[in-house]
T-cell receptor, first 115, second 113 residues
Framework: GEDVEQSLFLSVREGDSSVINCTYTDSSSTYLYWYKQEPGAGLQLLTYIFSNMDMKQDQRLTVLLNKKDKHLSLRIADTQTGDSAIYFCAESNPRNGGSQGNLIFGKGTKLSVKP | DVKVTQSSRYLVKRTGEKVFLECVQD?????MFWYRQDPGLGLRLIYF???????EKGDIPEGYSVSREKKERFSLILESASTNQTSMYLCASRTQGMGNTIYFGEGSWLTVV
């Protein structure tokens, strides 16, 4: 079955890099996503990566994908207090929900940034 | 910009009441979803719909039903609310096709007393 695992908490100091890790089990997943949820709000898409890529960079965000190990990471450079949030890893698979492709989410990693 | 609007941000209902959570999207998306989010459990899919009048059960459909009479609107119904349905409910939508982004509403906090 499909499962997405991520650690529940991460604490870093302002200005350091944060690395949030995720593992998934379904090797046929074609897209992998990172969503951010600020307190009291819904989820917003941060970035996504197609499974034939191994890296994607977008300003302070770097996504690394190791398809062999089914490992995904999100690196946030120069972490700021405004980055404090819950970060969800998710995979998209056409076998979930038929051809429309549901997302399977991890439980979320709560990132705390200390000044 | 895509907008997914959940009509109620905060609700308090009594046990046994019928509860409607409404969600509207303005981007003509085919697919719509209802999730619930609980601490330590992440997001769990309740129901989704890939077309008007179509619905599919997600991982935790028990105690819930849905309605999709119009493409832009997807309603979640709790026929008889119970305290274990106290949670944050998130609506989402996307267009069909692999890789297309799911957009979320701001969430509805439901407390059942």
């Amino acid at each position: 079955g499909e499962d997405v695992e991520q650690s529940l908490f991460l604490s870093v100091r302002e200005g350091d890099s944060s690395v949030i890790n995720c593992t998934y089990t379904d090797s046929s997943s074609t897209y992998l996503y990172w969503y951010k949820q600020e307190p009291g709000a819904g989820l917003q898409l941060l970035t996504y990566i197609f499974s034939n890529m191994d890296m994607k960079q977008d300003q302070r965000l770097t996504v690394l994908l190791n398809k062999k190990d089914k490992h995904l990471s999100l690196r946030i450079a120069d972490t700021q207090t405004g980055d404090s949030a819950i970060y969800f890893c998710a995979e998209s698979n056409p076998r979930n929900g038929g051809s429309q492709g549901n997302l399977i989410f991890g439980k979320g990693t709560k990132l705390s940034v200390k000044p | 910009d895509v907008k997914v609007t959940q009509s109620s941000r905060y609700l308090v209902k009594r046990t046994g009441e019928k509860v409607f959570l409404e969600c509207v999207q303005d981007m003509d998306h085919e697919n719509m979803f209802w999730y619930r989010q609980d601490p330590g459990l992440g997001l769990r899919l309740i129901y989704f719909s890939y077309d008007v009048k179509m619905k599919e059960k997600g991982d935790i459909p028990e105690g819930y039903s849905v309605s999709r009479e119009k493409k832009e609107r997807f309603s979640l119904i709790l026929e008889s609310a119970s305290t274990n349905q106290t949670s944050m409910y998130l609506c989402a939508s996307r267009t069909q096709g692999m890789g297309n982004t799911i957009y979320f509403g701001e969430g509805s906090w439901l407390t059942v007393v």
